[in-house]
């Protein structure tokens, strides 16, 4: 079973750079964090990461994103493999202004359906008896039932992870070939048949830490020229297959849906953003 290296409460800054950069960063960064485990020994030094992300028909959560809501959560299945055996990270995600914090709980597989219609899991399907992992389920039950929460979108990336060897305040992670597709079940397959490439042949960067920027990655900004952006896996990737392939039932949804001019207008202005910070760093 995978060691939680989770930050349950932390700052994170975004950027989308090219491979060449991404590769300069990693020798940077060396001299001050150490690769993560589950990436040491396989090529690249990274891992496959897949996300089913969970939402309501009409994509509320969704919608908050796109409309900049400073307080929102996604909702999302994160899983690394199909073993039967392999457990499912049920994950809360929240953003308040620029603080992220996230809970979470590793599931046997077998609940997986009774969880996603709205029920709690047995005891002994939750993997770790951690009172804050139980807890962390009860939320996320919670808010399957009050969202009326269906998956949506399946999210898979190579993640090259580096850590604090001493401690868990400050992580970077660098995540490639970022696909998204519709998928409307809870099979959890590491496969995918047509997605789309988020953000192509780009890398998204991403920044951790739990209290004060450390000076080296005011340093590592400067050096490489790096620009913060947003970089959502699962808005983008929706916004390019196009919200009206989700919701209801995954697919084309049974009747149009009820989003109104000045949510298709901030739609419109969310691609032409990304499309501008693809552009900054080809």
Known sequence: MRRDNIQSQRFEFKYIVSEDTATAIRDFVQSYLVIDEYGATLPNL????HSLYLDSPDLKLYQTTINGDKNRFKLRLRFYENRPQAPVYFEIKRRLDNTISKKRAGIARDAVDTILAGQLPSPEQVVTQNPNQHQAIREFCQMVSTLNAIPIAHVAYLREAW???HDNTVRM????????EPEPSAELKTTMSAPVRVFGDFVVLELKFTSRFPDWFKELVRVYGLTQCGAAKYVDGATLIGPDQLGVGGGLAPQPMAFDTSFSATKISHLKRREQILLSVS
């Open 163 to 165: 850590i604090s060897e």
């Open 173 to 180: 992670t660098i995540d490639r070939d970022v696909r998204c």
């Open 46 to 49: 990274s891992y496959l990461v």
